[in-house]
């Protein structure tokens, strides 16, 4: 039971990783729990400074893609998004909650940051990000499977986390490259 927690830590936590990566250089250290009491992260940079709109649009559009990434990584199965996985994590309080719940405020500021006279309506602009989260992870979909397996490879039933340093995660990226 404990393997299969670690497994799913793994792919949440790889999914923060890589939209982090990718989008800002954002990611450092993976720390996942192998149990279901321990807290995971992905450790990331300060946020920037910010110098105008357009930059802090761009942070919030991209930390929401950050924080939706988790729960879309845990929930993609054999390349597909499975719904009610997803719905399962973000709702009651459970593990991805946090996450979708910090998205979600920071999406009202990220809509009424963008252009009124170019922003699509409230839903679209949401599900475009969503999109995006979406393709990030499917791309990286290699990668998350290998997090997952590199966190099973150090897993002991005597710690209750497995740390993968950023020079180890991007060692993994680059050999999917």
């Known amino acids: 039971m404990r393997r299969a ?20 250089k954002a990611s450092q250290d993976l720390v996942v729990a192998t149990n279901d009491v321990g ?5 990331r940079v300060p946020h920037p400074d910010f110098h105008n709109l357009t930059q802090i649009n761009c942070h919030l559009g991209n930390r929401i893609i950050n924080l939706l990434g988790g729960a879309k990584a845990e929930s993609l199965v054999c390349g597909e998004f499975n719904s009610h996985i997803f719905n ?19 999406y009202r500021y990220y809509y009424r940051s ?5 922003r699509q309506p409230f839903v679209d602009e949401w599900n475009s990000l969503v999109e995006k989260t979406e393709a990030l992870i499917i791309k990286h979909e290699a990668f998350i499977n290998d997090i997952a397996n590199e966190v099973l490879a150090r897993f002991s039933e005597e ?6 340093s950023q020079a180890d995660v991007l060692t993994i990226l680059s050999s999917r490259t």
């Open 88 to 106: 399962d994590l973000i709702s009651n309080y459970k593990g991805a909650w946090p996450d979708f719940f910090i998205a979600s405020e920071l």
């Open 39 to 43: 807290d995971s992260y992905c450790e």
């Open 5 to 24: 927690i670690a497994a799913n830590n793994a792919k949440h936590e790889a999914g923060h990783w890589i939209t982090g990566w990718i989008l800002e």
């Open 159 to 164: 710690h209750s986390m497995v740390t993968i």
């Open 114 to 118: 963008l252009d009124h006279s170019l």
